[in-house]
DNA sequence: TATGAATGAGCTTTCATTCAT
DNA sequence: CATGAATGAAAGCTCATTCAT
């Protein structure tokens, strides 16, 4: 009956199963929404019993919770490493911006799940104190970043660092939030590589046109 | 039992049925997504019976891509009636901007709606000729402001009126659609009326900065 | 508003969509059952408006009541031409064998009507006196048939004309009723002309065998 | 609250359910035929929850042709206990006669079950290979009887043994299957014992009168 | 006579969740 | 820790039938 497992293993396996799980729902979550994400798709994407899932995160909610703190960190995390206040000024925008952009390029998952935590009014993260002032520390870096940039006469006075942020935000997310109903009005593939590239190109020239003191 | 109904308010009228579901239905999936909103809550927020919902608009599909062809009409007689064309360069390009925002704020279901139809890959439209080329008659008068602007030396060079486009409407949209979770993550009531301003005079800022021959 | 039509018209009009119904109505429950059968598509196949089904046949039941009734009358007045009597007793037979063959083949409707009857028990004709001693005159017959050949000598005596004509009836309407499993299970298609033909013969071979004396 | 089940009385069977299920399906297609069965008819037949039946059958057309296999696979564990090959020719017939007619006395459903099959055309067990070549030993075995038969002289030759058992079955099916609307024509209770006697007999004397060499 | 509009009841199916082991 | 069995509630959708003209 009982084999000879060590201790710990037991411990790795409900790590590595929660984890198994946190991955199967966030892409259920990002492909279908809350409400169309299927719990018996999560455990079968994970490979482990749908009971599991209730006995690690109580119900579907508390999951997509769950999901989107972990989605939260992660971005947290890779701005965390992007050291701007070592860079000049309209540099360390660009670099802003381009990280940006490729954040989400890389991890779709991160807009559609933001989207559904939107469609509900972010009910699920108004309880996450957790959250709360995650990128504070950036937008202070942002504050930062353009009081030297306006001391020094490169950039223009009078930016507030959390506009610019969401605006930087903003010009990368909507395009490939809203890419098919975009590609379809215009009749143009909007993430083929080539538009892409012309995107991501205008995007610098918006927030640098904006800010850089001619 | 028999009450006075005046002539006009037939009972049956199935191109105002028609309008009740329709007008029910885009708040529903507005409210709930595709997948969230229940055909029982349309039948009864039009005041209808469900299966008149599938008498006319077969299923729950259809019946949202008809609400999408509804709500693209909608901002696109909107948007003729801006008449751009009229207007010098730089003031075109504010009145459109202006425009967006307002837009957006005055049709808050335009936007979730957008959401759910990306979310689906933009599955619903993609059948869809109406839809097509919908606003390409505003981007070439947008070119054509942007041309008149180069000209005159206005505007700087090299836009495109695509790109820009879609910028505008980034930075709108983005603002409105994340209010919830970018409030959360700063503490800060974005859509107050007071935010609102302050948001909508920096997007100006923004494209115009980027715009505007210095 | 009031078109000059004469008055025998309407009349002509209203025969005329009983008719497109019944015919409408028979091969839908020919191919659907009673319970799968669809009003909507009756009204469909008669280019007629549904409400006049209910119009002129009160309900579904009684519709299939009405098709019940039509096939009946069909095959009474095709029974009623073949003339037994002027023929001798073992063409008799044959050409009753045949005729059975044949009139199933080309109304396959009957077979699957009946079906349908005999799965809700006979409630639908059994109410309806006409049906009674349809074919009891063709039983007689039969009988007339069979006696004068058992005193001919030519078949043999002791023969019951009902079972005879039930087994007559037996060995053509099984295999056409059942020809998909059978076809199914034998691996064959039973219903290609070859293996028509083939089972023709035999049943005839079947029905002669024992009637006539050696 | 707590009543003393006995622990082989498991609450939890799969392969328990699986059969109550089963079971209760048969009765109500048998009885309503595919499209008048109701899946909540079925699930309170068999005491168990209607989800349960999507669980374990996936929906009602593969419920019914899984009720299909099971009641093929009945008749032809029967047919296997006949052993006509040890009896003599003419025992054998009319073994495999009288023996087809009781499998259809004492199991009605059977003749139902098909027939609804057969009014789908075959669909459900057309995919079923399992049921593919069911009785083609006992069409073997009858080959064999004939032949004998043929031999020893007490059977006529020529006799195309599928043709035959097709003819028996005929016979007998047909009879209970169109019971209602024959009692109905003719005004005789054609199911009672007598009349089942008498029928029965009948069709030993056809078969027998057809094979029998004189 | 004829028809489009409208409906209540009920159908199959789905889903998040819990039970029993 | 892990799982297959089981369920109540409700979802989307269908159907025969009736209403109003």
Redesign the interface.
Known sequence: MSSPIPPDSKQRDAERSQKAILAAATLEFAE?????ARVDRIAERAGLNKRLIYYYFTDKDNLFTSVLEAVYSGIREAEEGLRLKDLEPIEAIRKLTDFTWRYYIEHPEFI?L??????H??RH??TSER??????TL?ETLGDVLERGRVSGVL?GGI?P??LY??I???S???Q???????????RELMSPRMQA??SA??V???L???VK?
């Not at 959250?131 to 504070?136: A, E, G, R, T």
């Not at 939030?177 to 009749?187: D, E, M, P, Q, V």
Request: hydrophobic share 35%; net charge neutral.
């Open positions: 279908h929404g809350l409400a169309g559609t933001l989207n559904s935590e939107n469609l009014k972010g993260l108004s959250v709360q002032k995650v990128n504070m937008i223009r507030d959390m506009q969401i605006s935000a903003s010009l997310y909507f395009y939030s809203n890419a098919y109903t975009l590609s379809n009005i215009f009749g012309q995107r205008h995007i020239d918006v927030i046109g904006y800010c001619d």
